[in-house]
């Protein structure tokens, strides 16, 4: 059952979390945990009371079942508050957020955590043709439609890791499927030779075509078209081409990146709006190698720093600049390979890689830690603080 925000005391200060997502629930946890007998309300708002496991969407999409995780379970007896709605309106000047249109919700910090989307605005027919793996509800209905496809072609646009995760899965549970990836770089171009030799001859194994080095210009019914007029056939398209967060932030005035992203100080707030932290995908967050590309890898930390930093500023302290550096790329190739690229703290490739069969062990402990980690941090919660600072590469000559 969801609660609604509750009356609260005169002198009470309410923190808000919207998105109770990878950086949002290690927010939660951690802040709870951290302010427990402190004059605060902690209130998490979420679309949905089950947490979406992101990173295992294109499972959902071959029609595997993920596990219950219950978020209004993990939260109970932590002290922080579960509001289930769908955030229409942040504003950002009256300090309330608008929930289903119908209830609004106060607050005195605010915690930006809403994830982000594909972006499905930039090339034609895709908004209206193409599936995405967004959210649990899209990555059903791809599976129904798969379940049904038979003999049919599936082309998966967008040559990054999740496109590669999505294709390898959909051709290792549908092997009766013609299944091709699409886009501009070569998979697996992010990472050292070896690494990239095995994912790619994973996926020639599980029968995907590759077609790199070109961009889809346009969804038609049956097929997509690529730059240069040559078509692919197309029973089903999935869309993995790129990301976007949603237009709440940009609409309530905070000032956001190109991609809607909230841009941040050093500390994870707002740099327009202080009382605002932005956490996770949501979040422009600068290090010295460059502003954070979204994972779960990085949101989690932004999500516990967050945390720190406004039950540091609740006891009167300053918060301290966020450093993060990146570790490792863990690949799934299907349920029975996987490969992992360890990386330098700005996700440029080292020579360490893993491959089969400890490579799934590695992703598959990688991908379950989340939920063990929330329920641990909400108990004690220094012990989330700890992640790779990325030394050198992280310092940013101007650090606000
Ligand atoms: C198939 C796939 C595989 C991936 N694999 C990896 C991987 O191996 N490693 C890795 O590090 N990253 C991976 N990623 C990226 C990773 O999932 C994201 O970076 C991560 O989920 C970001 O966490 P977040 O908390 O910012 O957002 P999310 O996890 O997306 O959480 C946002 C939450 O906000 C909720 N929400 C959004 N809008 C609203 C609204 N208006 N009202 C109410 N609630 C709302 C959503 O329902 C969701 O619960 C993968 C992504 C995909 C799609």
Redesign the pocket.
């Known amino acids: 059952m969801s609660t609604a925000q509750r009356q609260v005391p005169a002198g009470t200060h309410r923190v808000l979390i919207?998105?109770?997502?990878?950086?949002?629930m290690a927010a939660a946890t951690q802040l709870a945990a951290r302010t427990r007998r402190a004059d605060v309300q902690v209130t998490v708002?979420?679309?949905?009371e089950r947490f979406?496991e992101?990173?295992r969407?294109?499972m959902t999409a071959t029609g595997q079942r993920l596990a219950e995780l219950d978020i209004t379970e993990l939260l109970a007896g932590t002290g922080a508050q579960f509001v289930r709605?769908?955030?229409?309106a942040v504003d950002a000047h009256a300090k309330t957020v608008r929930v289903d249109d119908s209830r609004v919700l106060r607050y005195d910090t605010l915690v930006y955590?809403?994830?982000?989307v594909t972006d499905t605005a930039t090339v034609p027919g895709v908004e209206e043709r193409a599936y995405t793996?967004d959210?649990p509800n899209g990555a059903t209905t791809l599976a129904d439609r798969l379940a049904r496809l038979g003999a049919g072609t599936v082309v998966v646009v967008g040559s990054g890791?999740?496109g590669v995760?999505?294709a390898a899965e959909i051709a290792e549970r549908h092997p009766e499927v013609g299944v091709t990836l699409v886009g501009q770089q070569d998979p697996g171009a992010s990472m050292n030779p070896k690494a990239r030799a095995y994912l790619r001859g994973a996926l020639t194994r599980l029968g995907v075509q590759v077609i790199s080095g070109t961009a889809v210009t346009r969804v038609r019914p049956d097929a997509v078209e690529l730059a240069g007029a040559e078509t692919v056939a197309a029973d089903v398209v999935l869309w993995t081409g790129g990301t976007r967060a949603?237009p709440?932030a940009a609409a309530a005035g905070l000032t956001v990146d190109e991609r809607g992203r909230v841009v941040t100080d050093s500390a994870l707030r707002s740099v327009s709006h202080p009382e605002v932290y932005a956490?996770?995908?949501?979040a422009a967050i600068r290090q010295g190698y460059g502003v954070l590309h979204?994972?779960?890898?990085s949101?989690m930390p932004t999500g516990v720093h967050a945390a720190v930093s406004i039950a540091r500023a609740l006891r009167g302290r300053q918060p301290r600049p966020f450093r993060f550096g990146y570790y490792h790329t863990?690949?799934s190739l299907g349920r029975n390979d996987a490969v992992v690229q360890f990386t330098r703290p700005d996700d440029s490739p080292r020579r360490g890689c893993l491959t089969g069969r400890m490579a799934v062990w590695y992703k598959e402990t990688v991908?379950a830690s989340p939920w063990p980690t929330y329920r641990r941090m909400s108990r004690l919660p220094s012990s989330g603080a700890f992640w790779p600072r990325g030394g050198r590469f992280t310092r940013l000559r101007n650090a606000r």
């Open positions: 919207l998105g109770a997502g990878y950086a949002g708002v979420n679309a949905q979406t992101r990173l969407l294109h709605g769908w955030v229409t955590a809403l994830g982000s793996l959210g890791l999740t995760e999505a949603a709440l956490i996770g995908d949501a979204g994972t779960c890898q949101g863990p690949v991908s």
